[in-house]
């Protein structure tokens, strides 16, 4: 989705603005409170005086991110997209991540977003300040619910202000009871007499007390009621005559208006009117609504005037009336003119369709009643929309067109089935390729489209059956549609993926390497950079899946730097855009490569960069290896009910999607964590968990032929455990064959150690060590080093067995290293672990050590400072040397380092260590 800036910026100041210092003071009562309501009807001055408190509080160092809501952010996930774009505008360390999750998917939820952007407040050493601007245009609707939610979580350093027209969010009801809002409504934005009386002062020769007081009773304080006659008086040769008279006359603000724009050259106000039917204008919107060539020049003589008009950017292009004057002149326009207010529509339809500005384009077609331009304007740049990853604007369209009972036209259906397909909301595209199918059946289409059609509902299809893990039933179809004549070259790209990945999962390694390549044909063209890094991210995937990690991690860095040049390409954009996905999904894989190899920092920064998108936007493999990535690392730390409810939460999105294949791999990683716990009768139940699960009867046979697998190592191991070999090596045997005739590389050093420790039980000491030998020349080679690491059962054996090994003089020196490297961690990684606590431990001071105990239980900044006694400042001073200490750069990371190697004083704070820290800093 575009994210239009204008909406993130603060409001520019009007020209002429009365300082008032009474309202302006309250800034301090904003920064100690959670959140604010500026709540009043339109205008009192609210945004105004929201600005001056936002330049103070920034002024004081905080960070102030600013949104201004429309209509269109009543859908919740466009609301999400550009709470986190406003937070990243300000703080580049924020919202990057919730901007690619946004553009990967356009059906995630709300949760998601905010587990990652509050976490990401939360580590900002500074206080932040979310203002809302128009709020209501959001209560009441599906987005309040993550308004809810952001109230909820909000972490102690994060303040939000909402400015808006009627009562609050019934989120904040509780926060008023808990005393940490803070209202400011009507009543108190109303100017007093002596602001009125400085406000005439300034603004015109008229400083006589009775006209004060005739402002004052004839506006009630009201800054609208007073701007206008302000501006009035200004073209009366006797200001204090017209203000009698509109005393007497009583007249509302729309009468007032009128007034002023009766004073006002007939042909300036016209052009006013014309340009009112927009939100936003500029001199070229102007000048193709008016036919007027000085466009530019009435624009800048109407901001001159002070007619209501602000810049909206620093480079003065975009510019908008205040609402209150741009309803009176939109309302004019269509009582006298509604023939030209429906002919302007159409021209601004037009004017954005032309520049691609689709939304407004649409808006506008849709005002004008002119519904089937607009359908016809979504059918034709929805595949564009498609190829950019700009789902959420289909999607927004789709719930439009269903809610107006518009028949969308077959192309525009399956253009939004392959919007939801990669948004991986496989029910809903298939719900709509059903519908397509149907149609075309029913003759519903030209004989011309019906070839394309058809083909490309073949595609998708097989796409969607991919992400469904039924890769055998899509290796059919995809085949099917090759053998066709190819419609449309971005469709055949994801054809060729669809293909490469089915042949890869069946270890069709020859068909794997001969398919067409097309990465020649379009570099630096932007539509086909999804279709080449997807390309890559299946290289990667395949390899891995053949044990080969160094050409798998070579695939998937690829990604990372065809991401970067996409990036190079697109400045212009305000936000990343779908290729940050392909960064995610060569992570997500990357990840898990780095885990193998022990390089468990680097596997953990980026496990957490990925892992919020790849969730909602990822195949079963990707999801899996970030997933898996994650849980073993939080294994590592020894949080063992984190680690359950990790487990837990996986299988739910597993479960969610039909992923049988992942909740075997959940099951076996449940199972390993039962051996390890000695937990013979939970490892015996998981053990069969896994065999009952191959005998789904639904399954895809590639996934029946991964299944199988996992339950012979899960037997294995459950075997090995209780020491009982009799009906192992049988079952080994049979697995390594299988596992070598199914291509399951990466799979086949784990059931050759575990047959090799079944040797050994069995006094088969030759077997065992040509076995593991033959394992570890393969896993030596890659530097696989956790493969051997994780082993569950036997690891005293196990680490002998090596021991063994090692003392072959005709080792290379790579091996050697290698088989070093995993004996010193099979036989010490627990008290090496906790060696290198106890001296990094030591490394830090008292003081540092509370605070880490503290950051690790996920408390801010404030929350520590308070505990302790010393000042925020103290906090970031003790932070900063902490991070140095530990070689992090985070707080997710120093946490993460402190559980794992238990860091940290296990004592609460004492309060009297307070003052002698407070004192000393």
Request: hydrophobic letters at 45%; a negative charge; charged letters at 20%.
């Amino acid at each position: 989705m575009l994210i239009l800036n204008t909406k993130l910026m603060l409001p520019r100041r009007g020209r002429g603005v009365l300082p008032r210092p009474r309202l302006e003071k309250l800034a301090q009562e904003v920064a100690e409170h959670r959140v604010t309501i500026l709540k009043a009807p339109p205008g009192y001055g609210k945004t105004t005086l929201a600005r001056a408190w936002a330049d103070e509080l920034g002024g004081h160092g905080a960070k102030v991110a600013w949104l201004s809501t429309d209509e269109a952010d009543a859908d919740a996930n466009r609301l999400a997209t550009y709470v986190a774009a406003t937070f990243h505008r300000v703080m580049p360390t924020v919202g990057g991540a919730c901007l690619e999750l946004c553009s990967a998917s356009a059906t995630w939820k709300p949760e998601h977003l905010l587990s990652s952007l509050l976490n990401e407040v939360c580590e900002q050493d500074e206080e932040v300040f979310l203002f809302l601007d128009d709020f209501h245009h959001l209560v009441g609707k599906p987005s309040e619910g993550l308004l809810t939610l952001l109230l909820k979580h909000a972490p102690a350093n994060l303040h939000i202000v909402f400015i808006g027209r009627c009562d609050a969010p019934s989120a904040l009801a509780q926060a008023f009871l808990r005393s940490e809002a803070k209202m400011v409504d009507a009543g108190e934005l109303r100017f007093s007499l002596e602001e009125t009386a400085q406000l005439l002062e300034k603004s015109t020769t008229q400083q006589h007390e009775d006209s004060a007081r005739l402002l004052q009773n004839i506006s009630n304080g009201w800054a609208a009621a007073l701007r206008v006659l302000m501006l009035s008086l200004t073209h009366h040769q006797n200001p204090s005559g017209y203000l009698s008279r509109v005393a007497a006359s009583n007249r509302p603000l729309n009468t007032l208006i009128g007034d002023l724009l009766e004073q006002l050259p007939g042909e300036l106000t016209d052009f006013m009117m014309a340009i009112a039917i927009t939100e936003r204008t500029c001199s070229e919107l102007a000048q193709t609504l008016t036919s007027r060539p000085d466009a530019q020049s009435l624009i800048e003589q109407i901001e001159s005037l002070q007619l209501f008009l602000l810049p909206l950017d620093d480079e003065r292009h975009w510019f908008a009336f205040h609402p209150i004057f741009r309803e009176y002149l939109a309302r004019r326009l269509l009582e006298h003119a509604p023939d030209a207010a429906a002919a302007l529509h159409h021209k601004a339809a037009r004017w954005f369709a032309q520049r691609e500005y689709w939304r407004s384009a649409v808006a506008h077609a849709v005002e004008a009643d002119a519904a089937p331009m607009a359908m016809q304007w979504i059918e034709q740049c929805a595949m564009k929309l498609v190829e950019q990853g700009d789902m959420l604007t289909l999607i927004v369209w789709d719930r439009q067109l269903q809610t107006l009972r518009l028949a969308s036209p077959l192309k525009l259906r399956l253009a939004m089935a392959w919007a939801y397909a990669l948004g991986m909301e496989c029910a809903e595209s298939r719900m709509l390729l059903g519908q397509v199918l149907a149609g075309v059946a029913q003759g519903q289409c030209s004989a011309e489209e019906l070839p394309s059609l058809t083909w490309q509902c073949k595609v998708l299809d097989a796409m969607l059956l991919v992400f469904e893990d039924r890769t055998a039933a899509a290796t059919v179809l995809a085949a099917q549609a090759m053998a066709e004549p190819h419609h449309d070259r971005w469709v055949s790209y994801v054809m060729l993926n669809v293909l490469a990945f089915t042949h890869g999962r069946a270890a069709r390694w020859q068909d794997f390497y001969g398919m067409p390549t097309y990465a020649e044909q379009i570099p630096g063209n932007e539509r086909y950079v999804f279709n080449l890094a997807y390309r890559h991210c299946i290289r990667g995937m395949i390899n891995r899946r053949m044990g080969m990690l160094g050409n798998a991690e070579e695939a998937l860095r690829a990604t990372l730097n065809l991401d970067q040049d996409s990036r190079d390409v697109d400045k212009v954009r305000s936000v990343p855009t779908s290729h940050t996905v392909f960064r995610a999904l060569g992570q997500s894989a990357l990840c898990e490569i780095l885990y193998e190899r022990d390089q468990l920092q680097e596997a953990s920064r980026m496990v957490q960069d990925c892992l919020p998108i790849i969730r909602n936007s990822g195949p079963l493999d990707f999801v899996w290896a970030a997933t898996l990535t994650h849980i073993r690392l939080v294994r590592l730390g020894g949080d063992k009910r984190r680690w359950r409810s990790l487990l837990d939460e996986a299988e739910t999105w597993a479960d969610q999607r039909g992923w049988t294949r992942m909740i075997s791999l959940i099951v076996l990683e449940r199972l390993h964590g039962a051996l390890v716990d000695r937990q013979e009768t939970e490892a015996g139940a998981l053990v069969r968990r896994i065999e009952s699960l191959a005998q789904t009867p639904s399954l895809d046979e590639h996934a029946r032929t991964d299944i199988v697998h996992h339950a012979a190592l899960a037997r294995m191991w459950h075997l090995l455990s209780c020491g009982i070999t009799v009906d192992l090596i049988d079952i080994a045997e049979q697995a390594y064959e299988s596992a070598t005739r199914a291509g399951l590389a990466e799979f086949m050093p784990r059931l050759a150690i575990a047959l090799a420790i079944g040797h050994a039980l069995r006094g088969e000491m030759s077997l065992a060590h040509a076995v593991l030998s033959g394992a570890i020349t393969r896993l030596a080679t890659e530097n696989a080093v956790k493969t051997v690491t994780d082993t569950p059962v036997q690891r005293p054996l196990l680490a002998k067995l090596l021991r063994h090994l090692a003392g072959n003089q005709g080792l290379d020196d790579a091996t050697s290293r290698y088989l070093h490297k995993v004996i010193a961690a099979l036989g010490g990684e627990e008290a090496g672990s906790s060696l290198h606590g106890q001296r990094l431990s030591m490394s830090l001071s008292i003081r540092e050590r509370q605070i880490l105990r503290m950051v690790a239980e996920g408390a801010s900044n404030k929350q520590i400072a308070k505990s302790l006694g010393v000042a925020p400042d103290t906090v970031k001073y003790h932070l900063k040397g902490v991070f140095s200490k530990l070689s992090v750069d985070s707080r997710t990371q120093a946490a993460a380092l402190a559980h794992q190697l238990q860091l940290g004083d296990p004592c609460p704070a004492r309060k009297a260590d307070a003052p002698q820290e407070h004192t000393s800093h």
